[in-house]
């Protein structure tokens, strides 16, 4: 059996915490017998030696849904609105089974069985809710708080904590079992924008499998056994193969791993989310913004729009930058003193622009023009660029500023409009 992180809390546990929680975790002593190692199995191998094409239906609570072999009962369940807790689950990721906060009771067999583990078979009847199930789950995750740094006050994630959210309702107390807790580091450096604290992990291993599965840099990694158990960085003191993606911080359930560029926690506490666009290139990623007093103190994936760059989710801080050209400027000469920039109008700007470039042409050429596109502009606005440039200007010499960053968005670019907007 995989060790799980409710393993190394209940050993930790004190004979005190163990007299007083004594029918608790005598319910999760259960999940240890075979019979529930084996339940999960047993359906599975029921499918290999059933042989049924098209759709399949199960019951859950009383209620007939249809279902893919595809599926596991938790996908099935959450898609048609049961409300299964988890919080080592993400359907982006394959299916650990480390909370066992999925558990679920299906008939005929006698222990229950992990919803994200178990594949959906035709005929299944499905309790997602019943006394034995909320004894099971408030257990754990009163093991889970026994060696959780419990100050959620002081945490980034106060208030969208799943960890928090589900210990509210099932009346989990964080003080029901009182033992040796672990020694961790307040927090280590994953990369420069990203940080983990080790003293609020649960061992769900989101992070490490969103690293390995989706992002392909494995830069975390479990390491340890039984209490030992914990994350670490792979490898080890060498510099760490962490890119920065940010989607271990998206999926953290418990506020173990943070961005470092993160606001304080009055304005993330404060922070109103906005839907809108990432402005680094012309893919059109929609992002969520968490603005704090006209400020911009975290940048997330929008639900349902997959994730970001590294430009996307850690680029924001050009848009408070004193730096900023926020109007038209013209270069004018001064005696002795060399050039400067004095703000002009749009209309000045433009008229500026258009008498040079005449000049430049009538005395040069049209090949004398170069001009540069931005790769943070609309497929649509480059391509009206370059229609200018042609039509207009007569010159071929066109480019983008692009780096090696943007070789996807080109790509993307020369298959939507062609080879003329590169």
């Given at each position: 059996?995989?060790?799980?992180?409710?393993?190394?809390?209940?050993?930790?546990?004190?004979?005190?915490?163990?007299?007083?929680?004594?029918?608790?975790?005598?319910?999760?002593?259960?999940?240890?017998?075979?019979?529930?190692?084996?339940?999960?199995?047993?359906?599975?191998?029921?499918?290999?030696?059933?042989?049924?094409?098209?759709?399949?239906?199960?019951?859950?609570?009383?209620?007939?849904?249809?279902?893919?072999r595809e599926e596991s009962i938790l996908d099935v369940a959450r898609r048609n609105g049961f409300d299964i807790p988890s919080l080592c689950y993400d359907p982006a990721v394959r299916a650990w089974g480390a909370c066992r906060l999925c558990l679920v009771e299906v008939e005929g067999l006698e222990q229950p069985v992990a919803a994200c583990l178990t594949p959906a078979d035709d005929g299944l009847h499905v309790h997602t809710q019943s006394p034995r199930l909320s004894a099971i789950r408030r257990t754990i995750l009163e093991l889970l708080l026994s060696d959780h740094d419990g100050n959620c006050d002081s945490c980034e994630l106060s208030g969208s904590c799943r960890l928090e959210a589900l210990a509210r309702q099932h009346q989990a107390r964080p003080e029901r079992f009182v033992g040796r807790r672990h020694a961790h580091p307040d927090a280590i450096e994953v990369s420069p924008l990203i940080t983990r604290h080790p003293n609020r992990c649960i061992l769900c291993a989101l992070c490490v499998r969103a690293c390995a599965e989706l992002e392909g840099a494995a830069a975390l990694r479990m390491a340890g056994r039984g209490l030992d158990t914990?994350?670490?960085?792979?490898?080890?003191?060498?510099?760490?193969?962490?890119?920065?993606?940010?989607?271990?911080?998206?999926?953290?359930?418990?506020?173990?791993?943070?961005?470092?560029?993160?606001?304080?926690?009055?304005?993330?506490?404060?922070a109103q989310k906005v839907i809108s666009v990432c402005p680094h290139c012309g893919v059109g990623c929609r992002v969520e913004l968490q603005v704090a007093q006209g400020k911009i103190v975290k940048v997330m994936p929008a639900d349902g729009s997959g994730d970001l760059?590294?430009?996307?989710?850690?680029?924001?801080?050009?848009?408070?930058?004193?730096?900023?050209?926020?109007?038209?400027?013209?270069?004018?000469?001064?005696?002795?003193?060399?050039?400067?920039?004095?703000?002009?109008?749009?209309?000045?700007?433009?008229?500026?622009?258009?008498?040079?470039?005449?000049?430049?042409?009538?005395?040069?050429?049209?090949?004398?023009?170069?001009?540069?596109?931005?790769?943070?502009?609309?497929?649509?606005?480059?391509?009206?660029?370059?229609?200018?440039?042609?039509?207009?200007?007569?010159?071929?010499?066109?480019?983008?500023?692009?780096?090696?960053?943007?070789?996807?968005?080109?790509?993307?670019?020369?298959?939507?409009v062609g080879t003329g907007i590169m």
């Open positions: 059996m995989r060790t799980g992180p409710a393993w190394g809390c209940m050993l930790a546990v004190s004979p005190a915490g163990l007299r007083e929680g004594f029918s608790g975790a005598l319910a999760w002593w259960e999940l240890l017998r075979p019979g529930v190692r084996d339940a999960s199995s047993r359906i599975a191998t029921r499918r290999k030696t059933t042989s049924r094409f098209g759709p399949m239906a199960i019951t859950i609570d009383g209620k007939p849904v249809e279902c893919s914990h994350i670490e960085i792979a490898n080890g003191e060498k510099p760490p193969a962490c890119r920065s993606c940010g989607r271990c911080v998206s999926l953290c359930p418990a506020g173990a791993v943070r961005d470092k560029t993160e606001g304080s926690l009055a304005a993330l506490k404060s760059c590294v430009m996307g989710r850690y680029g924001c801080d050009f848009v408070h930058s004193p730096a900023r050209l926020t109007m038209p400027l013209t270069r004018l000469e001064s005696l002795g003193t060399g050039s400067y920039l004095r703000p002009v109008s749009w209309e000045e700007a433009l008229g500026i622009a258009a008498e040079r470039l005449k000049h430049v042409k009538a005395r040069h050429g049209p090949e004398a023009i170069a001009v540069l596109c931005s790769c943070r502009s609309t497929n649509e606005a480059n391509y009206l660029l370059q229609k200018f440039a042609r039509a207009v200007l007569g010159t071929n010499n066109i480019d983008s500023g692009a780096g090696m960053r943007e070789t996807p968005e080109l790509a993307g670019d020369d298959l939507a």
